[in-house]
């Protein structure tokens, strides 16, 4: 007996499983407030040199506040005073005969910046003048807190496959929230930066066993429902982030803000079950025997959890040796296991890249901070439904391909598109954002079909650790564009190309079972094929005859 044949006996997908679905919204809704915190934590706002020092109590002290920064700061060509300059010497011909002042002498702020507040008033740049040379360690931030995700995938996934989904998110909910609300207290970069590392660290609990937990509960033919539902939870998020972004502009105050949530999220904690499937897996069937009772009858199947008995369920085809200990090395040790792992971990590290690759640079398109980030967020929705109808119509895998792919051609379009067409650049960037958003919901539910039970976990571990691989440089490829204006685009579109041709080469999941060991994987996935088109041959036969049958009926009537 395999654990499906269970599931559907007493409910596959009714008020037990939109209840898992409506308890794991809180803790995803938290996700995308701490992933994408830094584009409005880290913003630079217009600055220049504090001249305060130039005073020199005659003239200068006499002059209006325009008139002293037309005498101390230089101007770019597009008549903006530069951020990181000033005169050596107060140049007050410059207000008789607006000399060039290109030609004059300039060093660099002496004395530290002013700032404009009207949009924010403290972030991390003005809070530790992380301007002019220092500029790189805004974005070195974000890559600092994906560093602690990386590692913390690693650890998660490990701890969720021994210990199991539940407790290793309640771990996940606490680390978070002591390290993200003590991050908002930090007096200098350095403790900031370790608090953000490990709030990271802390929050991949809550990105891998939520999903997990969702999807370990749901039969075969809603999975992709649940996946991609409850994914919608962190496009709420985002949008979330925005407003949340507009209300409050002191970064310690949104830093305590985005993590507020997740106190709701440990009370919802105790009414969420363990996954039956690890329960089984690991050996622990009286356990499993609880919550699946506790399914049935929230499902109102009562009569099907009656005959849920010890020696029926500890017969389930689950694990060949559950006193066997998983590891990360088991996804490398079996052939089709190390392919999949190998192809898996391209395709996670390239939709990282080039989802986060367009996420954190919301600049650029003449519309403001707050809307384009609301705007990207929300062209996240109608990007999942579509994806809904899309996986179960052309499958995973052509679903997974074809958004890369796209993605990566809308990058190249605006490559090529000249600046002064911003309204056009916009809604192809738009676009591309949606498209790599369903390219990453599609990839949650396609890795968790591909990776059997006994070591999904690590393998979602993994796969997070090969996404953030891609988080970590998606900020430091934007720097790029110092050197070359065009070098991050031409990056991220051909990282987006790659993974989806690399997509191309996994294989189909629609409509198959979830295995449950690596034997399984290693031999009867195929089998799951063939047999599922013997199965739909046998039926079009059947149907055939029927129809024959039926006319030769009518005739003979």
Same mark, same amino acid.
């Given at each position: ?14 008020? #037990? ?22 584009? $409005? ?15 020199? &109590? ?39 005969? &607006? ?11 002496? +004395? ?7 949009? $924010? ?23 600092? $807190? ?5 590692? &913390? ?121 363990? +996954? ?35 020696? =029926? ?18 996804? #490398? ?20 890249? =080039?989802?986060? &690759? ?81 390219? #990453? ?6 890795? =968790? ?106 005739? +003979?009537?």
């Amino acid at each position: 007996m395999k654990f499906e044949t269970i599931l559907e006996e007493i409910g596959g997908f009714g008020h #037990f499983q939109i209840f898992i679905l409506v308890m794991m919204c809180c803790p995803r809704i938290v996700l995308p407030l701490h992933y994408l915190l830094n584009n $409005f934590i880290a913003a630079v706002p217009s600055h220049h040199c504090n001249i305060g020092s130039m005073d020199d &109590g005659q003239i200068f002290a006499n002059l209006t506040q325009d008139q002293r920064l037309t005498v101390s700061v230089p101007r770019g060509e597009d008549g903006v005073l530069r951020s990181c300059e000033m005169f050596a010497e107060l140049q007050f011909q410059l207000l008789v005969n &607006g000399s060039n002042s290109t030609e004059m002498q300039t060093v660099q702020c002496q +004395s530290g910046w002013v700032y404009d507040n009207s949009t $924010f008033i403290s972030t991390l740049a003005t809070e530790w003048d992380l301007v002019c040379d220092q500029k790189s360690l805004t974005k070195t931030m974000s890559s600092i $807190f994906f560093f602690g995700v990386m590692i &913390g995938a690693i650890v998660f996934g490990f701890l969720s496959d021994k210990y199991g989904r539940k407790n290793t998110l309640m771990l996940s909910y606490v680390m978070t929230i002591v390290f993200g609300f003590s991050s908002a207290f930090a007096k200098s970069y350095t403790v900031f930066a370790v608090l953000r590392f490990l709030t990271g660290f802390g929050i991949t609990g809550i990105a891998t066993n939520s999903l997990v937990l969702s999807i370990e509960w749901v039969d075969t033919d809603h999975r992709s429902f649940i996946g991609v539902i409850g994914s919608l939870s962190w496009s709420f998020g985002n949008m979330l982030l925005a407003g949340f972004a507009v209300l409050i502009n002191d970064w310690r105050t949104l830093t305590m803000a985005v993590t507020a949530p997740l106190g709701f999220a440990v009370l919802t904690w105790w009414w969420i079950p363990e +996954s039956a499937r690890w329960l089984l897996a690991n050996g622990k069937v009286k356990q499993a025997q609880i919550y699946l009772d506790r399914c049935a009858k929230f499902n109102k199947r009562q009569q099907a959890s009656s005959k849920l008995k010890l020696e =029926t369920l500890s017969n389930i085809e689950i694990n060949e040796n559950q006193d066997k200990n998983y590891s990360y090395l088991h996804l #490398f040790k079996t052939p089709k296991m190390r392919r999949l792992s190998v192809l898996t971990g391209i395709v996670w590290c390239g939709i990282a890249l =080039t989802y986060y &690759g367009i996420s954190l640079n919301i600049s650029g398109f003449g519309l403001s901070l707050y809307l384009t980030h609301f705007i990207y967020a929300a062209i996240e929705v109608p990007a999942k439904l579509t994806v809904y109808f899309c996986l179960n119509l052309v499958g995973r895998r052509m679903c997974q391909a074809g958004t890369l792919l796209l993605t990566g051609t809308c990058i190249a379009i605006n490559i090529f598109l000249p600046k002064g067409l911003w309204y056009v650049r916009s809604v192809v960037a738009i676009l591309g954002k949606g498209l790599s958003e369903a390219a #990453f919901t599609t990839v949650f539910l396609y890795t =968790t079909e591909l990776y059997p039970t006994v070591v999904r976990q690590n393998a979602l571990g993994y796969t997070n650790f090969m996404s953030r691989c891609g988080v970590l440089v998606a900020p430091l490829i934007l720097l790029l564009e110092d050197v070359w204006v065009l070098l991050p685009q031409i990056i991220l579109c051909s990282v987006a190309i790659t993974a989806g041709l690399v997509a191309l080469l996994l294989p189909e999941t629609s409509n198959i079972t979830l295995p449950e060991t690596i034997d399984h994987v290693e031999k009867t996935r195929m089998n799951d094929v063939s047999s599922r088109s013997a199965a739909a041959s046998g039926v079009f036969m059947e149907t055939k005859e029927s129809q024959q049958t039926e006319s030769a009926e009518v005739e +003979s009537k």
